[in-house]
């Protein structure tokens, strides 16, 4: 996807992201085509095992003209360093540290820090995160994200 496509214009435009969380990465490149093929062009491709960023340097490789690749499950500033460098633009973690959303931001990705509560949302925006994931989003619901909203 063109390197001038923000990653909240395709966001807005897609308002989707496929999250490939695979155990086996022997057939991410199929995936990558099939969700492409559907017309996902976000992919966030977890860190969570084993040749996953292997896996993501072939996605870049093959895919990062027509998609808008992220990391996700980063949980460490070196994990948002080496993704960012082998064509992630996003890096999403399920937690806040600064540290990882700053290496992210040097590393030229977007940082997408999980935040449950006021306090880590408020961490996550002076670390300078533009966007946060609500996590774990399903036992909050949407009323509690509502009431977060309102003072960020």
Do not use: W
């Amino acid at each position: 996807m063109n390197e001038n496509v923000t990653v909240d214009r395709a966001l807005a435009r897609t308002r989707a992201v496929a999250i490939l969380r695979l155990r086996d990465h022997s057939r991410v490149l199929e995936v990558g085509r099939a969700l492409l093929a559907g017309g996902l062009v976000v992919m966030e491709l977890t860190l969570d095992a084993d040749g996953a960023l292997k896996a993501l340097d072939m996605l870049a490789g093959e895919l990062g003209h027509a998609a808008l690749l992220g990391a996700g499950t980063v949980t460490r500033a070196d994990q948002a360093r080496q993704a960012a460098a082998l064509g992630a633009r996003f890096c999403v973690s399920p937690g806040t540290d600064p540290d990882v959303i700053r290496a992210a931001l040097d590393s030229g990705a977007e940082p997408v820090p999980g935040a449950a509560t006021g306090t880590e949302v408020s961490t996550a925006l002076r670390a300078g995160a533009r966007f946060i994931k609500l996590f774990p989003a399903g036992p909050l619901g949407i009323g509690y994200l509502r009431d977060l909203r309102g003072p960020f």
